[in-house]
């Protein structure tokens, strides 16, 4: 495999700046295998590997001087985006020059990842990293960061604070393409992560040199936009060290904005109790239902009683002396002038005795219900109470109030309010769990909470 011939620059611009020479390929042969390598990165790459035999070679010597072979099967693991594909990172063109695939030895299990080397001419080098559908685009450190001392360590970073996330032995065990670094197969380095989601922080030291880098979290879909890759990227597996929340709120902030809209539910509680809703006592009466069986008709109406004010809700109120009984009564309220009616049925029963478990009871000597949405006028009450065969001599009083507080409503606008920041707190605790779960500091859960504070 041969380049394209170089072309001849451009003329020079009389009386202006020059403009600067146009990059070019260059393609060279291996000196083992005689097969054909291209280089891409014009002369910055200081080790380039030989597709062919996998021989590590120096860049920078003219007759490409053999640092190293290996042998490795690329058919197991290969790179997801091929050598020569180019893309476009925040406005600028990049093209894929390296692979490698480094890993680090946990409690007997070994993980992997993959990382490409990405080339600019003017802009220089940039990288990619891979991790089970998880990505990073990755660049230098502009300056060294700030390093806190705390436990666990922290560091500083242009304005930001990355927590440790964890510190690793990654070892190199299969290249190929070109390095602006002398790679080697089973070189080792102690890589260094502290996290800021969506960006991480990392240094990678080996033989006494210490590099940082900066990177931030990408979805697989915009990463295969950026290179118009063929396909669907590899599905994300579990959280990475630096994924996003996907809850974007911070749950300080979400309990915040509950404490505001509680007190404004409370306020409106307050006003409408106080100012809008008076608690009118319109009627009230008491009545006594004889004792054994009645005869003729039971049901009766009661006085007339004004409704004022606005459209609103009317209580009703049922109080009866009943004692191991019950009585059921039948109501209609109705509007003297228009007929309309509101019917509806209330019981009142209470039960007590003792047992091998010992004094019980249930059911209440009271009730109440509200009618709600009832114009102003003049009304009455029909009443038709239901009772047992054998009764005995029953008490009830009927009581009627206009503008009832309803405090039900109320409570249910609290959950409203609640359930959604403990939804959110617990999704963004879990993820969050998941996230640290894999790093040197796993979030434990205690009584009192957890580890790691969430803001």
Not at 95 to 112: A, H, K, M
Not at 117 to 135: A, S
Not at 168 to 195: H, M, N, S, Y
Not at 348 to 365: F, I, K, L, N, P
Request: with cysteine; net charge negative; charged share 20%.
């Amino acid at each position: 495999m041969s380049a394209a011939p170089p072309q001849p620059p451009p003329p020079p611009r009389p009386g202006g700046p020059q403009p600067p020479p146009k990059p070019q390929v260059k393609a060279v042969n291996c000196p083992k295998c005689g097969a054909a390598i291209v280089l891409r990165s014009f002369g910055k790459a200081e080790t380039v590997v030989c597709e062919s035999c996998h021989s590590i070679l120096d860049a920078t010597d003219p007759n490409l001087k053999i640092l190293q072979t290996f042998q490795s099967k690329v058919r197991e693991d290969p790179p997801r985006i091929p050598l020569g594909k180019r893309g476009k990172l925040h406005g600028v063109d990049y093209e894929v020059i390296g692979f490698q695939r480094r890993s680090t030895l946990v409690d007997g299990t070994r993980y992997s990842w993959h990382e490409y080397v990405l080339f600019n001419p003017y802009k220089g080098f940039r990288y990619l990293t891979e991790y089970d559908g998880h990505w990073n685009d990755v660049g230098p450190c502009k300056m060294l960061p700030t390093l806190v001392p705390s436990v666990p360590p922290k560091a500083t970073y242009l304005g930001e604070t990355y927590k440790h996330f964890q510190t690793c032995t990654a070892e190199t065990g299969f290249v190929l393409g070109e390095f602006p670094w002398q790679v080697r197969v089973g070189e080792k380095a102690e890589v260094t992560d502290l996290i800021c989601p969506p960006r991480v922080l990392s240094s990678e030291q080996s033989g006494g040199e210490v590099t940082w880098s900066l990177g931030e979290y990408m979805n697989g879909r915009d990463v295969w936009a950026a290179f118009q890759m063929p396909g669907n990227p590899p599905p994300a597996v579990g959280v990475f060290e630096n994924q996003p929340a996907p809850v974007h709120e911070s749950v300080g902030g979400v309990w915040r904005a509950f404490a505001l809209h509680t007190v404004l539910l409370l306020f409106l509680l307050v006003a409408f109790s106080v100012f809008i809703l008076r608690d009118r006592q319109v009627f009230s009466a008491d009545y006594i239902l004889s004792a054994g069986p009645q005869k003729g008709e039971v049901s009766f109406v009661t006085d007339e009683f004004q409704l004022g004010g606005h459209t609103s809700n009317v209580e009703v109120s049922t109080r009866a002396d009943v004692d191991n009984n019950w009585i059921y009564l039948n109501y209609a309220l109705i509007n003297q002038d228009t007929g309309q009616a509101w019917d509806f049925g209330r019981e009142v029963s209470y039960y007590h005795g003792h047992d091998s478990d010992g004094s019980w009871s249930e059911g209440s000597r009271s009730d109440s219900v509200i009618v709600s949405s009832v114009p102003a006028g003049t009304y009455y009450l029909r009443i038709e109470p239901e009772f047992a065969a054998n009764h005995p001599r029953i008490v009830y009083s009927v009581q009627v109030k206009r503008d009832v507080p309803v405090f039900g409503f109320y409570g249910l606008a609290f959950l409203a309010l609640l359930f959604p920041a403990i939804a959110l707190t617990w999704r963004r605790f879990n993820f969050e769990r998941q996230r640290w779960a894999e790093s040197d500091h796993p979030l434990v859960t205690t009584s009192s909470g957890s580890s790691e504070d969430d803001d």
